[in-house]
């Protein structure tokens, strides 16, 4: 009988032993405390017994180990509990690395984390070379850095430059990148997986080290002008009042180098990491993900999609769809309107595909078709033309002639009601929306929409859509600018009445940065486009009664529309804003900063009582997914409670009655003051 509830253990006709990891109850595997304590016991044994070699393998078909248990984050109550946690792991590790054998992780599909923590506690790594195998130490994005000895182990193994790129970043290799880079010995397709991993430890190679030259800049008098440059590099995208982590493993380094010395410091830094807020948001934040990933658990059986606009936006879900391995057809009046969105489309098969036939068959996949002969044969046919309700509704009228009577009928819609745009069905239960962001390819969240006759199935039939291009879905109720655009335009507006005001773009934009936004409300707005925001505006301003700010249209009067023309708030050089002096502002960063996000969380608690989606958290993921609200923060309801929400009613108050009624509080807020009490 196995003794073991997580692993079983086999050994082959060559004495060498395959330790297959399974975690029960979960369909990946990840380090909880049981995990490790029972690999603790096999580690004992080996010690007492050891085989001629020992191979740690996952039987989980998604991949190898996605790291620790983050759910055991949660139940942290002080340091010594997060010390104690390290240390059990260091130790296990450094037992697992000084067995009296060789020892090698067989990496199939994601090896993240203390995943891949545990497979450099072992003398090799062969990893399954296709497209699913992702190698990586993503630890930052939890606020935190490589805690069970990752960050000497790799360091030693490829050296600084390799080792910082994967930590400070959070990316993840291939097998193919993972063996040029030296992280894995070796790379190979699926048939010769088993018997590389027999063959190396029958022959016993040296492990992996990095070149002479890379070593140097291990030593004590090179570290501390590359820590710099790290340090430089980092805070490019990092600011260290808000994400310390990455700063701190430079500062280990710094002083440490890879001596064993380094070890027991990161241990420590990740026990006071854990209990800052910043990696408890994102601690939260990471949970946000999985629940929204939870709502696209259904049919995924997709395999054509059918774009009719081939503009930015359409182009880029056609696109994207080919990314995720669908066929796409792309629709528009006529080839010459296809024609930026190919080579758009082009552009990111090359940044995706590194092997010249996926480029091809990218390529072969995404099918220009300007008469819409594609449409009986799609799964799922999405329109995102023009924010126009009559150019929508006659669209949708041929539409719904052409489509096979399973195939889903989706808008990309911006901010238009799905009821106005259904009116014109024969069955508007089919209609449902399908809200992406832009830019496609790196916004992760899609808002599926549900007016009042969507059929909850078509709902759920189009988020598991989601969920197979790889992207969030958030379920949301048709209502004017659904959620993300509804909160994010009076954050926006206020930016626009700040300049009218005389406040420079570049203050705006400042305190924005300042407060975790990763752009700033002026920038943005020119990133979307001056003209899209202002339709958002009109739209919302006729069903919500809200004031669109005159320079706004004459903005777009006058064709300035942001980077797309060249010019909008700021003129532009290729995509980069023109730098100027900017002028002083009348306003104190903080009184920028109130204003600009004080009115968003407003229009939050607006969203939240109206029901546009189901709770609290799911704006708060909204937010964070769909319009970057720092993610540090832990989305806007969250700060909202860490700030307190009676003292920013009251702020609010303060500031409806300097500037306007723009600023007074919901009617939602009674009913959060009265939890908030409870």
């Not at 193994?157 to 030296?182: C, E, N, Y």
């Not at 190396?200 to 501390?224: C, G, H, I, Y």
């Not at 990314?323 to 995706?352: E, N």
């Not at 919302?540 to 300035?560: D, F, I, T």
């Amino acid at each position: 009988m196995n003794p073991y509830r997580h692993f079983h253990l086999e050994t082959d006709d060559q004495k060498f032993l395959w330790l297959w990891f399974d975690a029960q109850g979960s369909a990946t595997n990840v380090l909880s405390s049981e995990v490790l304590a029972e690999l603790e016991r096999i580690v004992a044994e080996l010690e007492a017994n050891p085989p001629g070699g020992l191979v740690i393998a996952s039987a989980k078909p998604s991949g190898f180990c996605a790291g620790a248990d983050v759910r055991e984050f949660t139940r942290i109550a002080g340091r010594d509990q997060a010390m104690a946690l390290m240390l059990k792991a260091h130790d296990l590790f450094r037992r697992l690395e000084s067995l009296p054998c060789p020892t090698l992780a067989r990496i199939h599909g994601y090896c993240l984390g203390g995943g891949l923590e545990l497979a450099l506690a072992c003398d090799y790594i062969v990893a399954l070379d296709n497209d699913r195998t992702r190698l990586g130490l993503p630890e930052v994005r939890l606020g935190i850095h490589p805690g069970f000895g990752g960050s000497v182990r790799l360091i030693r193994r490829i050296g600084p430059p390799g080792a910082f790129d994967l930590m400070l970043t959070g990316r993840t290799v291939d097998a193919r990148r993972a063996k040029r880079m030296g992280l894995a010995d070796h790379a190979v397709a699926e048939w010769l997986l088993d018997r590389a991993c027999r063959q190396v430890l029958t022959q016993r190679p040296p492990r992996r080290r990095p070149p002479p030259w890379m070593r140097l800049l291990d030593t004590a008098p090179l570290r501390p002008p590359l820590a710099a440059y790290l340090r430089r590099q980092v805070r490019r995208h990092a600011d260290p009042r808000h994400y310390p982590a990455p700063y701190a493993l430079i500062d280990l380094w710094r002083r440490h180098g890879t001596s064993d010395a380094m070890l027991r410091a990161e241990a420590e830094s990740v026990a006071d990491l854990l209990l800052t807020d910043t990696a408890r948001n994102l601690v939260r934040v990471f949970f946000l993900r999985e629940r929204l990933k939870g709502f696209g658990r259904g049919d995924d059986t997709f395999d054509h999609v059918h774009v009719v606009g081939a503009g930015t936006m359409g182009g880029d879900i056609a696109a994207w769809s080919v990314v995720q391995g669908l066929k796409a057809s792309l629709q528009d009046r006529g080839p010459a309107y296809l024609t930026a969105a190919i080579q758009r489309a082009g552009q990111l098969f090359d940044k995706r595909f590194r092997r010249r036939h996926q480029r091809v068959a990218a390529r072969d996949h995404l099918i220009p078709d300007p008469k819409g002969l594609e449409i009986p044969r799609a799964d799922l046919v999405i329109e995102a033309i023009v924010e126009n309700l009559e150019a929508k509704r006659n669209l949708f009228k041929v539409l719904e002639g052409k489509v096979t009577e399973d195939a889903l009928l989706a808008t990309n819609t911006s901010s238009i009601p799905l009821e106005e745009i259904a009116a014109v069905l024969q069955r508007p239960e089919r209609l449902v929306g399908l809200h992406f962001f832009n830019p496609v390819a790196k916004m992760p969240l899609v808002e599926v929409v549900s007016g009042r006759q969507t059929d909850p199935e078509i709902a759920a039939k189009a988020a598991a859509f989601a969920r197979r291009i790889d992207k969030l879905p958030l379920p949301v109720k048709s209502a004017p600018g659904f959620l993300v655009n509804r909160a994010l335009m009076p954050y926006l507006l206020e930016a626009v009445i700040l300049m009218e005001e005389g406040v420079p773009a570049e203050a705006i934009d400042q305190a924005a940065t300042d407060f975790g936004m990763p752009m700033g409300p002026v920038r943005l707005a020119d990133t979307v486009g001056l003209d899209i925001c202002l339709a958002v505006a009109e739209v919302l301003a006729k069903e919500l009664g809200a004031e669109v700010p005159e320079r706004l249209r004459q903005m777009v009067e006058a064709s300035k529309l942001g980077i797309k023309s060249g010019e909008g708030f700021y003129r532009y050089k290729g995509r980069r804003p023109v730098k100027t002096k900017p002028g002083s502002s009348p306003l104190s960063p903080e009184d920028i900063r109130d204003r600009l996000i004080l009115r968003l969380v407003n229009e939050c608690v607006a969203v939240l009582r109206e029901g546009v989606v189901e709770d609290a958290d799911l704006v708060d993921a909204g937010l964070v997914f769909g319009a970057g609200f720092a993610p540090f923060r832990g989305g806007p309801m969250h700060y909202l409670r860490q700030r307190g929400v009676a003292t920013t009613r009251k702020r609010l108050e303060e500031l409806a009655e300097k500037y306007g009624p723009r600023f007074r509080p919901d009617v939602g807020w009674e009913q959060i003051l009265s939890i908030a009490k409870d």
